[in-house]
């Protein structure tokens, strides 16, 4: 009930095109779905993330789209750029005197220029 | 730059051996996380400390322990090392306003020869 699954493992998209990665949770206290992005030999860093009372949020080429009753979130990534090429993660989180976050087990991104 | 310190950037042992992982949360914030990174395995969190009490135990093996102390920085030590304890260590600190975006440090490599 705590997992998070993460599809595709791997992903190649042409400069220009759009990236799309899905996750799956089960658990539904879950209430915090953010999706990290992580550079070669860097730590993840925050990219977007939602909340399950809107069904999408969008920030310049980086969009969420979050169906609650399906229990599936998905990032949407437009005009996928080469500087975009990085590992990403979804997870999900609930507050419980801390945040408890369950990571997917990412997507390796690489656009071609 | 994330504000959060890791400390070392790389390390080499043998099995057998322990080592001590350090973490300095950025200015200000209580909590400190520490999750693992393996390959093709995403991040599997660790264990959760808040101004220096433990909150939440993860999938910690019972050789590895940590502790947060009053100037708020955390140690993370790893004993009887084993080949399959190589991975990349991760801590992350979230701010007190609770937002829970976790923030990150570098990372310490590890490898057990």
């Known amino acids: 009930q705590q997992q998070v699954k993460q599809s595709p493992q791997s992903l190649i998209v042409q400069k220009g095109g759009i990236s799309i990665i899905n996750c799956a949770y089960e658990?539904?206290?879950?209430?915090?779905f953010p999706w990290y992005q992580q550079f070669p030999g860097k730590g993840p860093a925050l990219l977007i993330a939602?909340?399950?009372?809107?069904s999408e949020k969008k920030e310049g080429r980086f969009t969420i789209s979050f169906n609650k009753s399906a229990k599936q979130f998905s990032l949407h990534i437009m005009d996928s750029q080469p500087g975009d090429s990085a590992t990403y993660f979804c997870?999900?989180?609930?507050?419980?005197?801390?945040?408890?976050?369950?990571f997917g087990a990412g997507t390796r991104l690489f656009v071609k220029a | 730059d994330s504000g959060v310190t890791q400390t070392p950037k790389h390390l080499i042992t043998a099995t057998g051996q322990r080592v001590t992982l350090r973490c300095s949360p950025r200015?200000?914030?209580?909590?400190v996380y520490w999750y693992q990174q393996s390959l093709d395995q995403g991040l599997q969190f660790l264990i959760h400390?808040?101004?220096?009490?433990?909150?939440a135990k993860g999938n910690i093996l019972e050789r590895f322990s940590a502790q947060q102390f009053p100037d708020l920085h955390s140690e993370l030590n790893l004993s009887s090392l084993e080949l399959g304890d190589s991975a990349l260590y991760f801590c992350?600190?979230?701010?007190?306003?609770?937002?829970?975006?976790?923030?990150f440090g570098e990372g310490s490599r590890l490898t057990v020869l």
């Open positions: 997870a999900a989180s609930i507050e419980t005197g801390g945040f408890k976050t369950i």
């Open positions: 939602i909340r399950p009372d809107v």
């Open positions: 200015s200000g914030d209580l909590s």
């Open positions: 992350a600190s979230t701010s007190r306003a609770n937002t829970g975006e976790l923030f």
């Open positions: 658990n539904t206290a879950f209430d915090y």
């Open positions: 400390y808040y101004n220096g009490e433990e909150r």
